[in-house]
């Protein structure tokens, strides 16, 4: 309901009448003043006049569906939020078991024990970063599964085009970058058999607020802050990048991969370039020529051509390998 109310607010350009509220929501007027209250406790800047009835001045910083569900268009998303959790990953997987379908997205404003590709740990700060996971089951094969990370690292730099108009480019297999400075990462973990995927979680972690990086990192990471140099509105950019990103799974999902793959490779980091790829038992130096049906990087090299499905990659930059 909270969220409803929220909406309408910010539908009305100047003051809505308790009454009205209550009239259109079917709810008694004690419900909407104890909704106005809680949502004045969280953080809105709601005014009040006797006589116009409220008006929403701000939302607070949080990734809350109330505060999210203004920019998504897909009816079927269903934001569900946590102050703190370990994983948006490890919360999204369990109630996926559970049964929760497609499209319910897990946000966080800080995670304990995030998780990023290969084992490794992923941290951001309280509030700082955007994260989130959303469960998606298409019906395709677990080999088909790596394309999932196509859509969603296309939606992650579609999201960011339009809410701050910066052109970033993907690092296979989706790693969102900024010249060599990671914005993005994306970790896309699933629960097949043989045969069949039963579910896929799509866990994306934004570098969005923050204005340093630890030492260790500096020169590998950026935030979008740091890249259009003014505070970032984190509900806004989480909220068109969820929305960009299901519009891409649901592409992916009508028309397959070959629909979004021209498009991929326009926003590709990789292509035409040399690179490096490692993978669990061996280094690969080629240039990065396509991409297989399934997600797979096609790198060409004097032997000829390879296909990989994962690996870590680095690219040949001006400073050498990055
Ligand atoms: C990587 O680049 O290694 C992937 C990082 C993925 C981080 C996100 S943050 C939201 C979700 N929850 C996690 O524990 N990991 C992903």
Redesign the pocket.
């Given at each position: 309901m909270k969220s409803e109310i929220v909406r309408l607010l910010f539908s009305c350009e100047d003051f809505i009448s308790g009454e009205e509220i209550s009239k259109k929501l079917n709810i008694t007027r004690a419900a909407v003043w104890k909704h106005i209250k809680a949502l004045k406790e969280d953080g809105c800047i709601i005014e009040a006049h006797t006589n116009k009835g409220y008006s929403l001045k701000e939302t607070p910083d949080l990734l809350k569906p109330e505060y999210i569900n203004k920019y998504l268009t897909n009816k079927d998303v269903c934001v569900k939020w946590k102050n703190e959790t370990d994983?948006?990953?490890?919360l999204a997987k369990n109630a996926a078991r559970k049964g929760e379908g497609s499209y319910t997205v897990y946000t966080a404003e800080h995670?304990t024990?995030?998780?990023?590709?290969?084992g490794?740990v992923?941290t951001s700060s309280f509030g700082e970063?955007i994260?989130?996971?959303i469960i998606f089951r298409p019906n395709i094969a677990p080999s088909q599964a790596p394309a999932i990370n196509f859509a969603a690292a296309l939606g992650v730099c579609s999201g960011i085009k339009i809410a701050y108009k910066q052109d970033l480019r993907i690092k296979w297999p989706n790693?969102v970058v900024y010249g060599s400075k990671?914005v993005c990462?994306?970790?896309t973990e699933m629960s097949a058999d043989m045969d069949r995927v039963e579910f896929i979680v799509c866990?994306?972690?934004i570098n969005a607020n923050q204005q340093s990086f630890p030492s260790d990192i500096s020169d590998r990471a950026t935030s979008i802050r740091q890249i259009v140099g003014e505070k970032i509105d984190r509900v806004r950019l989480a909220g068109i990048i969820i929305d960009e990103i299901v519009k891409y799974l649901d592409l992916y999902e009508k028309y397959g991969l070959e629909h979004i793959l021209p498009q991929y490779i326009e926003h590709s980091a990789v292509i035409g370039k040399e690179i490096t790829i490692k993978c669990p038992n061996e280094e690969i130096i080629g240039v990065c020529t396509g991409f297989g049906r399934n997600g797979e990087i096609e790198v060409t090299t004097d032997t000829g051509k390879a296909y990989y499905h994962a690996g870590d990659v680095s690219l040949r930059g001006v400073d050498g390998y990055v």
């Open positions: 994983s948006t990953n490890t995670q024990a995030g998780k990023g590709r290969i490794r992923w970063a994260q989130f996971s790693d990671k990462g994306i970790l866990g994306v972690g």
